[in-house]
Nanobody, 120 residues
Framework: QVQLVESGGGLVQPGGSLRLSCVAS????????MGWYRQAPGKQRELVARTTSGGSTNYADFVKGRFTISRDNGWNTVYLQMNSLEPDDTAVYYC??????????????WGQGTQVTVSS
C-alpha cells in the first residue's frame, strides 16, 4: 500500500524557519495532486498548500507568501519550506496524496504527521 512519511518538524521561535519533507512509497498511480494540511488542537484540519500534476500550486490565505511547496522529479518527495513562522502556525502538519479525482476510484492517502511548534 501507499505510505507517506513526514519529517522536519520541531520547535522554533517566532520568525524562524522549518523545511518539512514527505517521502511517498508504494503503489502510486494516477496522481492528481500532493500537498500539506495542518491541524491545531480543537481545530479542523485545513489546507496549507498543494501542488498538481500539471505543476501548479495553491496556498491557503494565511500563508501570505511565507511558505513554498515543491517536489522533486515525480512524486517521490514533496517539501514545504516554512519561513517567518508565527505561534498560530503551531499544529501537526500532514502530507496528503490524492489519486483518481473525479472517478469512483478517487482516494486520499495521509501521513502520520509531524509536529510544528512555534513559541518564544
Amino acid at each position: 500500500q501507499v505510505q507517506l512519511v513526514e519529517s522536519g518538524g520541531g520547535l522554533v521561535q517566532p520568525g524562524g524557519s522549518l523545511r518539512l519533507s514527505c517521502v511517498a512509497s508504494g503503489n502510486i498511480f494516477r496522481v492528481n495532486d500532493m500537498g500539506w494540511y495542518r491541524q491545531a488542537p480543537g481545530k479542523q484540519r485545513e489546507l496549507v498548500a498543494r501542488t498538481t500534476s500539471g505543476g501548479s500550486t495553491n496556498y491557503a490565505d494565511f500563508v501570505k507568501g511565507r511558505f513554498t511547496i515543491s517536489r522533486d522529479n515525480g512524486w517521490n518527495t514533496v517539501y514545504l519550506q516554512m519561513n517567518s513562522l508565527e505561534p498560530d502556525d503551531t499544529a501537526v502538519y500532514y502530507c496528503n496524496l490524492q489519486v483518481g479525482a473525479g472517478t469512483r476510484y478517487a482516494r486520499d492517502f495521509w501521513g502520520q504527521g509531524t509536529q510544528v511548534t512555534v513559541s518564544s
